[in-house]
């Protein structure tokens, strides 16, 4: 739907598409990748301030823009979300679910809380905004709903078990729903991400061992072999997209774990078993630490080296305000 398409009047007008999530890294990226497809946006996040900044940049693109703080984990703030949107435009065409948080560490360090968490951000809020939307959707007859997952929704990696579940979650519910909608103009297209060099790892929250939890995860997070260019991710989503296919996977690790998980689960699980004994233990006192703090920890030159195409992505993506901008490790 990368042209105007008739609504139900017959009328033809400029698409709208919601991105929840929208204002930094993966979110920013798939906003910004729909501007530059002529299309008028509605963004969320929770952050109003990270909203404010996000207008500022998609704004310059010359989009006409409304900008929404929303937490899509409280049904009643998501309905009343949708409700504004279509007020505003008149419409909505393609709903891109997007919203996440992550938290890193071992199993003996989260708590129940982390797991409710982390299931109502990930996926029960794509449920919210999605049955919120469905009316509209169905009345125009058309559609396109993006639900961004994780190949965390595939192949339950230790050390982020409250993401993994909620990602397997978002998963089924995406699949399904896809089956549901069979035959009704509206497509649903499954997005299977592996790593993305969006500097989302100084967003995320690191338990047990927050150091040499960090240590690892971002530089998971950061390394071109390992990971994608977030923005080369962004126009390969929104393409899939709009163009209804059911499922799109990202990275050739991501592509190569699914397969092996569907293929040889029990081989693929011991593999898990090795990679966690690899993995940080929780000391005796688990902390909790966000990415920047456990990074500040960590003290690192080499690890600094190794991450600069994730930190140099969390300057452009907006997750680093300017106060919290990330020096340039030296030599680096």
């Not at 499954?190 to 061992?209: K, N």
């Amino acid at each position: 739907m990368s042209e105007p398409r008739q609504n139900s009047e017959g009328n033809l007008s400029d698409p709208v598409a919601l991105v929840t999530g929208g204002s930094r890294g993966l979110g920013l990226l798939l906003a910004r990748e729909l501007a530059d497809r002529g299309m008028r946006l509605v963004i969320c996040a929770r952050s109003s301030d990270d909203l404010a900044r996000a207008c500022d940049d998609l704004r310059e693109r010359g989009t006409d823009l409304l900008t929404l703080p929303c937490d899509v984990s409280d049904s009643a703030a998501a309905q009343q979300m949708i409700e504004k949107a279509v007020a505003h435009f008149g419409r909505l065409d393609v709903v891109v679910n997007n919203a996440g948080i992550i938290q890193v560490g071992p199993l003996a360090a989260m708590t129940v809380e982390d797991f409710h968490t982390a299931l109502a951000a990930m996926c029960l809020g794509p449920i919210h905004v999605t049955l919120a939307a469905l009316p509209h959707l169905r009345q125009q007859g058309f559609g396109h709903i993006i639900n961004v997952t994780s190949i965390g929704g595939k192949i339950a990696a230790p050390h982020i078990l409250p993401y993994a579940c909620a990602k397997f979650g978002v998963v089924g519910f995406s699949e399904g729903l896809r089956a549901e909608l069979a035959g009704t103009g509206i497509t649903v297209t499954t997005v299977v991400p592996g790593l993305m060099r969006t500097g989302s790892h100084l967003r995320a929250t690191f338990r047990g061992d927050p150091a040499r939890e960090y240590a690892w995860f971002a530089a998971g997070a950061s390394l071109p072999l390992v990971s994608i260019h977030a923005e080369r991710a962004a126009r390969r989503i929104i393409t899939a997209g709009i163009a209804g296919k059911p499922e799109l996977t990202l990275t050739p690790l991501a592509v190569t774990a699914a397969r092996m998980a569907g293929l040889a689960p029990g081989p693929t699980t011991r593999l898990l078993g090795l990679v966690n004994r690899l993995l940080p233990k929780p000391p005796p006192d688990p902390r909790s630490r966000t990415g920047r703090e456990a990074r500040q920890e960590l003290h690192s030159r080499l690890h600094d080296v190794l991450t600069t195409w994730g930190r140099r992505a969390a300057q452009q993506y907006n997750q680093v305000t300017g106060r919290d901008q990330i020096p340039r490790p030296r030599g680096g």
